[in-house]
């Protein structure tokens, strides 16, 4: 099974910050990695596909990069509404793995 | 607008069985893989299952197989999940879900005496 590694499990930012959230593969999965967002009680929210990727309506704030092992969430200025759980996912190959979760909280 | 509405859970006893179900709609079903994924309480995201939209190939993680089964019928736009063999481990919310693209609202199981 391919682990997927996420860094750090928790980071503090303000308002305005630029954040960034790694995703290290146990083996290579090409881009087959995807990012979600978690806010409390509520369910994922897809971010970002084939590791670059905007969804549909996501804002432009949001970015991904990194292919093989190594991947990256960037949110380029930090808002109130992104504070929240996010966790990577390959797709690469069966069984589905995520990451441990990254919470990003208020400083 | 993809849109996936899960039903079907509660609470049940260790050993018990439950059938989760999934609508889907926004989309066309039988052209698509379908997800489980669980989340228990205060805990990360866990992938569950798969099922291929073409072939109905089946995916199952090592903590589910031989008690859990995946299903789906595209004349109803419905995905399944037919859990047997519960155990108090299994308490989670459910999530259907299209891949890297859209989540259902999840259904709470709880195994519990």
């Known amino acids: 099974d391919i682990q997927m590694t996420q860094s750090p499990s928790s980071l503090s930012a303000s308002v305005g910050d630029r954040v960034t959230i790694t995703c290290r593969a146990s083996?290579?999965?090409?881009?087959?990695l995807a990012w979600f967002q978690q806010k409390p009680g509520k369910a994922p929210k897809s971010l970002i596909y084939?590791?670059?990727s905007l969804q549909s309506g996501v804002p432009s704030k949001f970015s991904g990069s990194g292919s093989g092992t190594d991947f990256t969430l960037t949110i380029s200025s930090l808002q109130p509404e992104d504070f929240a759980t996010y966790y990577c996912?390959?797709?690469?190959?069966?069984?589905?793995?995520f990451g441990g979760g990254t919470k990003v909280e208020i400083k | 607008e993809v849109q996936l509405l899960e039903s079907g859970g509660g609470l049940v006893q260790p050993g018990g069985s439950l059938r989760l179900s999934c609508a889907a709609s926004?989309?066309?079903?039988?052209?698509?893989?379908m997800s489980w994924v669980r989340q228990a309480p205060g805990k990360g995201l866990e992938w569950v299952s798969a099922?291929?939209?073409?072939?109905?190939?089946?995916y199952y993680a090592d903590s589910v197989k031989g008690r859990f089964t995946i299903s789906r019928d595209n004349s109803k736009n419905t995905l399944y999940l037919q859990m047997n063999s519960l155990r108090a481990e299994d308490t989670a919310v459910y999530y259907c879900?299209?891949?890297?693209?859209?989540w259902g609202q999840g259904t709470l199981v709880t195994v519990s005496s």
């Open positions: 084939a590791a670059s």
């Open positions: 926004g989309f066309t079903f039988s052209s698509y893989s």
């Open positions: 083996q290579g999965i090409s881009n087959s």
């Open positions: 879900a299209k891949l890297v693209e859209a």
């Open positions: 996912q390959q797709y690469n190959s069966y069984p589905f793995t």
């Open positions: 099922i291929s939209g073409r072939d109905g190939s089946t």
